[in-house]
Every structure is written in structure tokens, then in C-alpha cells.
Nanobody, 122 residues
Framework: QVQLVESGGGLVQPGGSLRLSCAAS????????MAWYRQAPGKERELVAD???????NYSESVKGRFTISRDGAKNTVSLQMNSLKPEDTAAYYC????????????????WGPGTLVTISS
């Protein structure tokens, strides 16, 4: 069974930085789009940033200029560098992969990681 596993969450002071990483539990043939979503307490899950297989990126307005998404196409991993963190960035962050193809050729429409908690507080 294919799973996505996030790492890198934690507690950091306002203005600090964190780097989140996500990798699949098994080797995959390809992933079309990889993304990070977040969900703050009492709020809906929202897209933070995504990146396609050709490297095109998209960011929510709230994180533009502060966060950078990147991926390693060969390893099918994705990272999110978060700088100038604010208390409002506090949330559970989820890794997402769309249009996944396994080595066997089996396609999976979408995968989600279990989430990693990011807390911004002094």
C-alpha cells in the first residue's frame, strides 16, 4: 500500500523557519502534482502550495514570498521551506499527491499524508 509520510513539523517562534518534507513509502514511477495543504483548528483545509511535474508552482496569497515548494522528481519527494512564520500559519500540514503511477503501472488518483503539526508561538 502506498503512503505519504511527512516530517519536519514542530514548534517555532514567530519569524522563524521550518522545512517540511514528504516522501512516498514505496518507489513510484511518477507523480503529476505534489502539494501541501493545511488545516487550522476550526477551519477548512486549504491549499498552501503545489508543484507540477514540470516544476510549475502555485502559492496561496497568504504564503507568497515566505514559503517555497520544491520537489525531487527522481525521488518523488516534496518539501516546503517556510520562512518568516506567523502565528496564523499554525496548522496541521498535509502532503498531497495527484495522479500517481506505480512501478506496476497501476494509477492512483490521489494520496494524502497523515499530517504534521506546525505551531508558531512565542
Amino acid at each position: 500500500q502506498v503512503q505519504l509520510v511527512e516530517s519536519g513539523g514542530g514548534l517555532v517562534q514567530p519569524g522563524g523557519s521550518l522545512r517540511l518534507s514528504c516522501a512516498a513509502s514505496v518507489r513510484l514511477f511518477s507523480i503529476d502534482t505534489m502539494a501541501w495543504y493545511r488545516q487550522a483548528p476550526g477551519k477548512e483545509r486549504e491549499l498552501v502550495a503545489d508543484i507540477t511535474s514540470d516544476g510549475s508552482t502555485n502559492y496561496s496569497e497568504s504564503v507568497k514570498g515566505r514559503f517555497t515548494i520544491s520537489r525531487d522528481g527522481a525521488k518523488n519527494t516534496v518539501s516546503l521551506q517556510m520562512n518568516s512564520l506567523k502565528p496564523e500559519d499554525t496548522a496541521a500540514y498535509y502532503c498531497n499527491a495527484k495522479r500517481v503511477r506505480r512501478i506496476s503501472g497501476l494509477d492512483i488518483a490521489e494520496l494524502w499524508g497523515p499530517g504534521t503539526l506546525v505551531t508558531i508561538s512565542s
